[in-house]
């Protein structure tokens, strides 16, 4: 492995001097500063424009009497392409106000020529720098806050609590965020009890990944319960949330995969309407097996879609757990490229088919996590389990 030479890792310093005998001041007062730096030199505010975008340097020194730079002209355009670099300005005997205005204006600090020693120099330069970095975290510090905030808020949208009231029923579910992903996707559930006693669940998944799709999912989930709770439900519902989604969606090459489902309340029969989505596992006390109900296209794409009602046979005290397709399109380590896929997830249910509906999908989404490949950008998964309270 190569190595970055002693000279590489001083901190580089950018002067920005259009005076060839004040650039050999800087440079001797470096020289006494006690600071090991390299010193690149640009003469104009285009030159240092090139340079700072070839070479960012970790500090820019600079005087704001440049000849091709008008009052706060040279500072502004720096500024702007410095990036992570601590910007010092130099001024004049007569212009250090100008060089408190740079300070308010975003330079971490100000030096006047002909008061300058090499001491004060390189302690100038290095608190700029500890400075700039400083400025920096707390920046990234707030922006984290604030992502936290907003995940949090689309969590709550995503994410809901059941509205049950009387039917006996048991719901657990998980949400995973996307590995490396600070921002929610667009992976949503729900389950609703409407007045006439029937449990009404969904799942889906919006393609893609980040806030613009959280928010999509969140606004697809709530269009969902209000037309549930409405009594709009089957095909038809499912072509009001295709029209709200191509109202809202931010490009046409945006579509969601979705199950609905109606568990009646004779606790035997379920009716499923599939639109591109994965399937399901059908829990039959300790065994499992995978449904595959009829299914057509997702919604919102550029193709006539027409959703069919299929019916599922539930047994006594029997359950559903449905899933996003983030809990399967998994890589499996090893030489040659494998993907767990859903009869995978089929086998690793298997094994835990005896618990109870939380301890069995923490106990699944372990086992998935544990056996395939680390990613980067895995996907998100949701899992949600549903199962009759066995009252006898």
């Excluded at 910007?87 to 600090?109: H, N, P, S, W, Y």
């Excluded at 309407?273 to 794409?301: F, I, Q, T």
Aim: glycine share 8%; with cysteine.
């Amino acid at each position: 492995m190569a190595h970055a030479s002693e000279h590489d890792l001083k901190p580089l310093v950018l002067l920005v001097e259009d005076d060839p005998q004040d650039a050999l001041i800087v440079e001797a007062l470096l020289e006494d500063s006690g600071l090991a730096v390299r010193l690149e030199w640009a003469r104009s505010v285009d030159q240092a424009r090139r340079s700072l975008v070839r070479l960012r340097p970790h500090c820019v020194l600079l005087d704001l009497g440049l000849p091709d730079a008008y009052e706060f002209s040279a500072l502004s355009a720096v500024i702007e392409e410095a990036g992570d670099a601590a910007v010092v300005v130099l001024t004049g005997l007569a212009e250090e106000q100008a060089g408190l205005a740079a300070v308010t204006a975003g330079a971490q600090d100000y030096l006047v020529k002909g008061r300058v020693e090499g001491e004060m120099l390189g302690r100038t330069l290095r608190y700029a720098m500890q400075r700039k970095q400083a400025e920096q975290a707390a920046v990234a510090l707030h922006a984290e806050r604030m992502r936290a905030k907003e995940n949090a808020r689309l969590e709550r949208g995503l994410l809901p609590s059941p509205l049950l009231q009387s039917m006996p029923i048991e719901v657990a579910s998980r949400y995973r965020a996307s590995r490396g992903s600070a921002t929610l996707g667009g992976d949503f559930f729900d389950v609703v009890e409407s007045d006439d006693k029937v449990v009404h669940a969904v799942i889906g998944d919006v393609c893609g990944h980040g806030p613009d799709e959280a928010a999509l999912g969140v606004c697809l989930r709530i269009a969902w319960r209000a037309l549930v709770l409405s009594g709009v439900t089957g095909s038809a519902l499912l072509r009001q949330l295709e029209r709200i989604l191509k109202a809202e969606r931010g490009g046409s090459e945006i579509f969601v995969t979705m199950s609905t489902l109606v568990l009646e309340p004779d606790q035997r029969t379920v009716r499923v309407w599939r639109a591109g989505h994965p399937g399901m596992l059908l829990h039959d006390g300790d065994a499992v097996s995978l449904a595959e109900p009829e299914h057509s296209l997702a919604l919102g794409l550029p193709i006539e879609a027409d959703w069919h009602q299929d019916v599922l046979e539930l047994p006594k005290g029997g359950g559903l757990t449905l899933y996003t397709d983030g809990l399967f399109e998994r890589r499996l380590p090893g030489p040659q490229p494998r993907w767990l896929g859903e009869e995978g997830l089929l086998e690793l249910a298997h094994r835990h088919s005896h618990l109870d509906g939380e301890h069995f999908l923490d106990a699944l989404i372990a086992d998935v996590e544990s056996i395939t490949a680390p990613e980067a950008h895995a996907d998100d998964l949701a899992v949600v389990h549903l199962r009759w309270k066995d009252l006898t």
